[in-house]
């Protein structure tokens, strides 16, 4: 079992900046992939960013210039920078971790709220 727990959401005024932090813990093994996704209401989750195991980042052409993602490997914990925030950017983000323990495992966090105001 992997356990993920998301901080960092909150409300910011368009232009601002937040930052959001995974942490993982539990029988984590060996990661494939860590990634940050979003979700709106009535809408499909979708990426934003993604780290793969070899240090390989993809970004959505939303977020490319704006968003940062990282990842401290000792920590376990994944994080993204996210800089020059719009309305549209508004959502609920969740971390995903893919990897293998024995079999390979997909895990969410529980989700945390951005609101960029207008």
């Known amino acids: 079992q992997v356990q993920l727990v998301e901080s960092g959401g909150g409300l910011v005024q368009a232009g601002g900046s937040l930052r959001l932090s995974c942490a993982a813990s539990g029988s984590i093994g060996s990661i494939d992939a860590m990634g940050w996704y979003r979700q709106v209401p009535g809408k499909q989750r979708e990426l934003v960013a993604t780290?793969?195991?070899?240090?390989?980042?993809n970004y959505a052409d939303s977020v490319k210039g704006r968003f940062t993602i990282s990842r401290d490997n000792a920590k376990n914990t994944m994080y993204l920078q996210m800089n020059s925030l719009r309305p549209e950017d508004t959502a609920v983000y969740y971390c995903?971790?893919?990897?293998?323990?024995?079999?390979?495992?997909?895990?969410w966090g529980q989700g945390t709220q951005v609101t960029v105001s207008s």
């Open positions: 780290i793969i195991s070899g240090g390989r980042i």
């Open positions: 995903n971790v893919r990897g293998v323990v024995g079999l390979q495992y997909d895990y």
